[in-house]
Each structure stands twice: as C-alpha cells, then as structure tokens.
C-alpha cells in the first residue's frame, strides 16, 4: 500500500506539469555528490520521524 501511495505521489508532478518536472530534474542532476547525499539523508530521516510519529 505505501509503495502504491508513493507511486502515485511521484507520478503527479510529471503528469500536471512534465515541462517544470524536467527542469527540476535537470537542476538536480547537476548537484554535486555531497549535495545529494545530504538531500538522500534528509528524505530518510524526514520519513523515519513520520513512521515514528503515526506509530
């Protein structure tokens, strides 16, 4: 179920607006590696404190 949610969740950006989805996607392919790690553990760490906060 939540890999469901989650599949419709990032598919709605390219659906409504694919011209804005691409360009978001091509500033973020132009980070640097520490950048994205940082935005990776950030993305974990903001769904653990959701898991922990619903449970």
Request: glycine content about 10%.
């Given at each position: ?45 903001s ?8 449970s």
């Amino acid at each position: 179920m939540a890999l469901g949610l989650m599949l419709i969740l990032e598919g709605l950006m390219p659906m409504i607006a694919p011209s804005q989805w691409r360009s978001l996607f091509e500033k973020l392919l132009k980070l640097e590696e520490g950048q994205i790690r940082f935005f990776g553990m950030f993305m974990v760490l903001s769904g653990l404190v959701m898991f922990w906060l619903v449970s």
